[in-house]
């Protein structure tokens, strides 16, 4: 059950936070308060699938002990401990949606 529902929340979460920064950035129309934003969170979906794709994958097939390496390495690179990923995970999602919701308020 943890590898479909860990797997499926980390699959939305990067591809949600990936979207949301293209069309930021795209969208932006020269504003760089936005453009920032698109591109914080581009990178902070790339950082952090050094870490969840190859958790995914482990969750997915033969479990976390066969991908140490891949997996140490992205904990390494992402600096995320243990259940303290998911909230900041969160937070940073929420962070992501006010800045596009502001950016469409302001019509660009």
Not at 75 to 104: D, H, N, Q, R
Request: one cysteine or more; hydrophobic letters at 50%.
């Amino acid at each position: 059950m943890q590898a479909i529902v860990e797997t499926l929340f980390d699959a939305v979460y990067l591809i949600s936070v990936i979207t949301i920064g293209i069309l930021m950035i795209r969208d932006s129309k020269g504003d760089t308060q936005f453009r920032l934003f698109g591109w914080m969170a581009v990178v902070l979906g790339a950082g952090d699938s050094f870490h969840l794709v190859p958790r995914a994958f482990a969750l997915r097939t033969t479990g976390l002990e066969n991908y140490t390496v891949p997996l140490g390495l992205g904990k390494w690179i992402t600096s995320e401990i243990g259940m303290l990923m998911i909230p900041k995970t969160c937070a940073y999602v929420w962070t992501v949606l006010i800045g596009y919701f502001a950016m469409k308020q302001e019509g660009k």
